[in-house]
């Protein structure tokens, strides 16, 4: 890899870096970090809320209130949850469609005329108890010996037969189907536990 090419992978690296800090600091109140962070983003936010508003005068108001937004939620940042232009920008789509949202006249209707919604999606209770459950049998498994977890894994998440799997473990089919139930009676044991 030649010189000029680890510059140009390094790039991106520093310049993100350096936004990082921007933004730390601007969370720390730093007005020539928010300076920078101004100067480093700006056109790239301007172009969001432009795209977005449609107009150029609203674009700009937005974005206004987009850097309020940042001083004032700077501190919040947090560089290990998202990238800092991915924060920034999330905050300037967010504030050129609560823009847009305002200047659209609402006709309302009564509440019966609205159509049933209904949503497919399973409720978030179902999913964190199907979690967790998820979570238990793998922690489950992994207090069983080793070929009885292989075994039950291949067997149960891959589809794959006693025979099959006594074929790839050089051993008689007696001693696979064997090692799969003492397996399955652990984790039985262990999942009722």
Known sequence: MTSSSLDSAAAPDAARARLVEALVRTGEEDRA???????????????ICYRICGERQAAEDVLHDVYLTIWKRAGA???????PITWLATIARNRAIDWQRAQKVRRTAPIEDAP???????LASETMLEDEAAH???????TLEERQRSAIRTAFFDGVTYADLAERQAVPLGTMKSWVR????????????
């Open 33 to 47: 970090a928010f300076r920078d962070l101004y100067t480093l983003t700006s056109a790239k936010l301007f172009g």
């Open 182 to 193: 003492r397996g399955l009676a652990k984790l039985k044991e262990c999942l009722d536990a």
């Open 116 to 122: 049933e919604i209904v949503d497919a999606a399973p």
């Open 77 to 83: 940042y947090e560089p290990s949850r998202a990238s």
């Open 136 to 142: 238990r049998l793998h922690g489950c498994l992994d």
